[in-house]
């Protein structure tokens, strides 16, 4: 659009502008990645679903709830006394100032003070509305939380229209599964109803593994009952996801060819196809 200081192009261009602007904020997503369980591949799903969003072209925000900040000390070196916590607790009013430009993306940093909410106290909302101002200029928020039934996580579950809930091919996965669900009903009765469990992702799956197939099984019988489904892509065990770590990547921009790489833009896709976009 060519652009003319104060003339009839400059209006045009404004008012396309704000029409993107308001069709971002009525498309937009805020997506919870979520399990009590450790280790399940939270935080390399959050990533890496961030970095196959970005890639289709979609404006991604991060948000690091989680007071062991794995994603944030992957994603950026620079300490912050604007973050996840300062928010939580109101310190900052302006979500904007908490915001790091980084290599994969921008994100809220996390804080080892997340720890402490429960103890401090804090309102069920406080992340929807301090999110709110920020949320139209991107299309997906996407939040990573910690593996315990916290405050930040309620929060976090008030705030999002979408959830995906990893897990690993293994039973004490499964019964996590089933507390999870409890909260997740609690919230969509009493706080939420748009809060929807979009699927369930098997990641560090080992389709060599008689038991792995036979968890599978399992997951779809219990997801059916939560009224949800397993995602039919599964992340498979790679190595090369390990190694993106290390660099301080995801998967995806790091060896893009891996099968790291190939599922997690396949589960990309899916989640994509599965909410009709
Ligand atoms: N598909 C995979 N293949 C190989 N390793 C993986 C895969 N997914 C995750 N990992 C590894 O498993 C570990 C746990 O993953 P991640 O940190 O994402 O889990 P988490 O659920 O966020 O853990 P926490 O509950 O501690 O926050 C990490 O070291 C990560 O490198
Ligand atoms: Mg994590």
Known sequence: MHKRKGGIYTNIYIDIEIYRERK??????????????????KTV?????????KAEGYKVLYVDLDSQRNLTRTLTAQESKQNSFS???????????????????????????????DRLGIGLDVLKNALTPVKKKYDYIIIDTPAVNSLCVINAFICSNSLIIPVQADLY?????????KVIDQIRKKYNRFLKIQGILLTRYQANAKLSKLIKESFEEEAKELGTRLFDTVIRENIT???SLLY?????????KSNGAKDYRSFTVEYLKRKGQ
């Open 24 to 41: 971002r904020a009525k498309q937009m997503e805020t997506i919870t990645i979520c399990n009590r369980k450790g280790g399940t591949g």
């Open 45 to 53: 799903t959050a990533l890496n679903l961030g970095a196959s969003l």
């Open 87 to 117: 928010l939580l607790v109101k310190e900052t009013e302006d979500a904007k100032r908490c915001i790091i430009e980084t290599p994969e993306g921008d994100l809220i940093p996390g804080a080892e003070q997340l720890a402490s909410v």
């Open 173 to 181: 996965s499964l019964y996590a599964l089933e507390d999870e669900y």
């Open 241 to 243: 996801i390990k190694e």
């Open 248 to 256: 301080c990547k995801s998967v995806i921009n790091y060896k893009p």
